[in-house]
Structures are given as structure tokens and as C-alpha cells.
């Protein structure tokens, strides 16, 4: 037992001592953290974890609008994204911690984007001050593994990594950025995130995530893994168990991925990308969501059907990273006003029908107030 505690204190001694003297970032596998364990109390979540229960929320994609292409439709009246999340605030506050997936970058300064002029042109550059809105709306940790962190080239992905850096954000996803670890309230998290895309943690590359969140695991009491992978739309609501490709992309095997990672010491996967909600998962006492949808998305985004209802997800874990339950908040998008609660619980509805149909070996309870716990 000594033996592999010193094995393991070494390997991350290597680690650090590796991220110390490497002066360059480099896009390889190297395992570099952007924050080493900063505590980042907010006031409003400040009081120390007293009981054994961690409250994690989870939602998909945000995209709070664009300042490129140039168009007044394209940004929210004002230039406010405030109003966007007014009526979920209180509910994504209410956590331990709260997550959320970047769906693009960061720039005040659009003239790096590579030239589209049609309406088909689908970039998103949030002005730099829109990130202010995910602060007050209590967001601790953001995923930029997606399809849209490379809309304004590297400069945008650098831009991001600052301004992000800058506004205190927990955030993860390039491969320049692999990883995060950061503490909270006396709880020590690690972060990771992977997407199909140039500049990201590539998901078919299981192997590497499962390095990284094997050498999360080891300095960390809950490791929080999220995927931009599975093909899009209305026609893809299921998990396939297979390789998914779509627009000729492989979007992976986000059945196989989020088994494996869990495998390497995952305690909660957070899937987003198809932007339609799916299935939950739960395995080895981990929680898994495969999609999440699009949870504040304005403009520019198809919002009919599946694709304008998604959920808030709210993980109860004890400090093991082990599934108590979670709890459902169904919201929904429509006329760009921004993301509203729904009262016809759409997005939990969808959750169980689609998790009976796709695993319907496994024993998970779904309760008449939108939790969902380990069946016996
Ligand atoms: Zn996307």
C-alpha cells in the first residue's frame, strides 16, 4: 500500500515538475493543469460542505449571442445577456458547484474569423463582457471542448483562455488546457472535457482521457468529465452504444467513452452536443447524461421540437463521487427569450422515456417530483 502511495506521490511530483519546466504550451498529450486547486468561494456558496452530501449542476450549451456576423438580431437587446438567465438563476445558484458547456469564444475583436458571408455562416464570438453574465449566474466550471471554440481561430481560443483566466472561471477542454483542478469548500475537484474538434481533447482518443482522469483521480475527491460528442438533431435522441458520425465527422462513441472514463475514476459525465436532450445513465454508482441540449442559446440555433426543451441537472453525490440522486429541472427556449422554466416538465418526460428505451436493463426509479435515484 506505502509502495503505491509513493508510486502515486511521484507520478505526481513527475507531473508538476513536468508542467514547471515546460515554458511552452504544446499540443500533445502532456497533462497540464490551468489552476492547481484555487479556492474560488463565491459569497453566495461560501459555507464549508458540513454534511456528506455535494449538490453538482449540470447544463449544455450556452451561446448568449454574437457580435459576428455583424447583425443587431444577433445580440440581445441592449447588449444584455442578463435577462437570458433571470428566470433559472436562483435554481443554477442553489449547488455546491455549477457547469455549464462554452459553445464558443470569447472576442470583442471579430476580424480573425475565417470569411462567411451567407446566412449560413455559423460563428460565435460572445463580446468579452457577456462572460460577466455566467459569474452572476453562478457558474464555477465551463467545458471549451466544443465545435465553436475554433470560430475565430487561435486567436479566438487564446482570447477565451484569457478572458476566462481573468474572470476566475474553473474551465477545461484544449488541449493546450487539458485539465483543471481547483478546491471548493473543502472539496477538491478535477475537471476535464473532450470534443471531436481541432484544438480540443479529442474524444476518440479514449486512451488519453483515460490518462487524464486516472491522474485526476489520483490527486482529487470528485472528477467531473464532460463530452461535446454524438451526432445532432431531432433524429439522434438515442445513445447508439456506437460510433456516431455525423457531417462526415466521427462524434464518437460517447456510450463506450463515458463507460471508460468511469472506468479510470469519473464520477460524474455531463454529455452535451446534439442539441436535443437524451438518455441518463448511471454506472458503478457513477451518474451519466448523454445529452443536455441547448440550455441558453440565443439566436441562430434551431429551437423546435426536442432541440427547445433541455434539462438543469442537479447531481447529489457523497464525497466518494458516488450517485444519491438527481433532480430534474426542465426548462425551455422559444422566440429568443432567453431560457424559461417549463411547466409541462417536458425535458424530465423526455429523460425517462428515452433512458427506458435505451437501457431497459438497467434499474433506474424516476419519481413523480423529477428526481431519479438507483433502482433496488
Ligand atoms: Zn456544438
Redesign the pocket.
Known amino acids: 500500500m506505502l509502495k503505491l502511495q509513493i508510486l502515486h506521490i511521484s507520478f505526481i511530483f513527475f507531473i508538476f515538475s513536468c508542467q514547471s519546466s515546460s515554458g511552452q504550451m504544446e499540443n500533445d498529450n502532456t497533462l497540464k493543469s490551468n489552476k492547481t486547486y484555487t479556492d474560488k468561494s463565491q459569497t453566495e456558496k461560501s459555507e464549508s460542505n458540513t454534511n456528506d452530501t455535494i449538490s453538482i449542476i449540470g447544463v449544455g ?1 450556452i451561446m448568449l449571442g454574437t457580435n459576428y456576423p455583424k447583425s443587431p438580431n444577433y445580440l440581445p437587446p441592449n447588449n444584455n445577456c442578463k435577462p437570458l438567465l433571470e428566470e433559472v438563476i436562483h435554481i443554477l445558484k442553489d449547488a455546491d458547484l455549477t457547469f455549464g ?1 462554452n ?1 464558443g469564444v470569447y472576442s470583442d475583436n471579430t476580424s480573425t474569423a475565417k470569411s462567411c458571408s451567407s446566412d449560413n455562416c455559423y460563428r460565435f464570438s460572445m463580446p468579452e463582457k457577456f462572460a460577466d453574465c455566467l459569474t452572476e449566474a453562478g457558474f464555477d466550471v465551463l467545458s471549451i471542448a ?3 471554440v475554433g470560430d475565430l481561430g487561435s486567436y479566438g481560443r487564446n482570447n477565451t483562455v484569457k478572458v476566462l483566466t481573468e474572470k476566475g472561471f474553473n474551465f477545461a477542454g484544449l488541449s493546450t488546457h487539458p485539465y483543471t483542478t481547483f478546491e471548493k469548500n473543502g472539496i477538491k475537484y478535477g475537471f476535464t472535457a473532450f ?1 471531436p474538434n481541432e484544438g480540443t481533447n479529442i474524444i476518440t482518443d479514449i486512451k488519453n482521457a483515460k490518462k487524464i482522469v486516472e491522474m485526476l483521480d489520483s490527486i482529487s475527491d470528485i472528477v467531473i468529465v464532460s463530452f ?1 460528442g454524438g451526432a ?1 438533431g431531432n433524429k439522434y435522441q438515442h445513445v447508439t452504444k456506437e460510433v456516431e458520425t455525423f457531417l462526415g465527422q466521427n462524434r464518437g462513441n460517447v456510450y463506450k467513452f463515458a463507460h471508460e472514463v468511469i472506468e479510470s475514476g469519473a464520477d460524474i459525465v455531463f454529455g ?2 446534439p ?1 436535443v436532450t437524451r438518455a441518463v445513465d448511471i454506472y458503478k454508482d457513477r451518474f451519466i447524461i448523454y445529452s443536455m441540449g441547448n440550455f441558453c442559446t440565443y439566436r441562430r440555433f434551431n429551437l423546435s421540437g426536442p432541440n427547445g426543451i433541455a434539462p438543469i441537472v442537479k447531481v447529489f453525490v457523497n464525497k466518494k463521487g458516488e450517485f444519491l440522486k438527481a433532480k430534474i429541472f426542465s426548462v425551455q427556449q422559444y422566440e429568443h427569450k432567453g431560457t424559461l422554466l417549463d411547466s409541462q416538465n417536458r425535458a424530465f418526460e423526455k429523460i425517462k422515456t428515452l433512458t427506458k428505451e435505451d437501457f431497459p436493463e438497467l434499474s433506474i426509479y424516476f419519481s413523480d417530483n423529477n428526481e431519479i435515484f438507483k433502482g433496488k
Open positions: 450549451d458547456n459553445e466544443n465545435n465553436h470534443a461535446h445532432e452535451h452536443g442539441h
